[in-house]
């Protein structure tokens, strides 16, 4: 590889890292808005869920058509948007439900087994490339998330779910980065999101049987910011390797315990914000280790 695609390679490298901070930014954010909801509401959490999926449809869909991007699809695009539909749905279904019964950053700790699913279905699906630096990062972060579920006690329910969010989210990652060259990244937001809606309707929609929508602002919020986070995520896949962005993902925990604390008053105990601390250091040290060496 000459220098000049390597520098390529690095800048896309940069881009893919940026767009994916931003964009795990996003994801507590929707699922905040989606807690407010739920207490405020009698709406489940497939209910809002399915709200989420409908409200990014809605708005992502008609910018996808008016600008062509359907226009550009390659084969096999609907076969990957309902395998990525199908577990992104699953993933949010089960976040939501999570932040409902836990506090935020409990729930994102748990979560943060995503990582480690995708980094191993990257190298052993996919065939990519993980570096050491990163399965070490990625062993520290089940360190630090062993410490948040706290396994020599009992288990909360929604850090079950958490849980489970966690490893449909891993496996999300890999089938969009296997995904990445089906479609423009606005189709593929508005496939996902289609199949989504159509997944969770039977479950969700006869909440809906009145006229009168409960806390519309907050399942507004919630479709928009986690439409922007997924947005954000698929641009990214498209850029760079799984195995490095995966780790990544652990940048959520930053708004998560801030919004946790400032809206929602829940600040975690010591064990678990020691747990979080390693769970987020180790998610960042490749690129930094990476940084300092170039």
């Not at 390529?8 to 931003?22: D, F, P, R, Y």
């Not at 288990?155 to 966690?166: D, K, N």
């Not at 989210?169 to 296997?178: D, E, F, M, N, S």
Request: hydrophobic share 55%.
């Amino acid at each position: 590889m000459g220098s000049g695609e390597m520098v390529a390679v690095k800048q896309q490298s940069l881009k893919a890292v940026g767009l994916m901070v931003v964009g795990m930014m996003f994801i507590p954010l929707g699922d905040s808005f989606a807690k407010l909801a739920a207490e405020a509401s009698s709406y489940n959490g497939v209910t809002i869920a399915w709200t989420r999926f409908v409200i990014g449809m809605l708005i992502v869909l008609p910018l996808a058509l008016l600008s062509g991007q359907f226009n550009e699809l390659k084969e096999g695009f609907w076969r990957a948007q309902i395998l990525r539909g199908t577990l992104l749905s699953s993933t949010i279904a089960c976040i939501i439900t999570a932040v409902t019964m836990v506090p935020l950053a409990d729930a994102f700790g748990a979560f943060f087994i995503g990582p480690v699913v995708a980094t191993l279905l990257a190298r052993f699906v996919l065939g990519e490339e993980v570096r050491g630096v990163e399965w070490a990062a990625l062993l520290a972060g089940f360190v630090g998330i062993l410490l948040i579920l706290k396994p020599q006690g009992v288990i909360a329910t929604g850090q079950l779910f958490a849980l489970g969010a966690g490893c449909f989210y891993g496996a999300y990652l890999t089938a969009t980065r296997w995904a990445a060259r089906v479609g423009p990244p606005l189709a593929q937001l508005a496939g996902q999101l289609c199949v989504g809606a159509i997944l969770l309707m039977p479950l969700a929609v006869h909440h809906f049987y009145s006229l009168q929508i409960e806390t519309p602002l907050m399942l507004l919020g919630s479709g928009v910011s986690s439409g922007i986070g997924n947005l954000l995520a698929i641009m990214a896949l498209g850029y760079a390797r799984a195995g490095l962005l995966s780790p990544l993902v652990y940048s959520q925990l930053v708004s998560a315990t801030l919004i946790g604390w400032l809206v929602f008053a829940d600040f975690p105990d010591v064990m678990t914000g020691v747990g979080l601390l390693i769970v987020f250091v180790a998610g960042l040290s490749p690129m930094l280790l990476k940084s300092t060496k170039a």
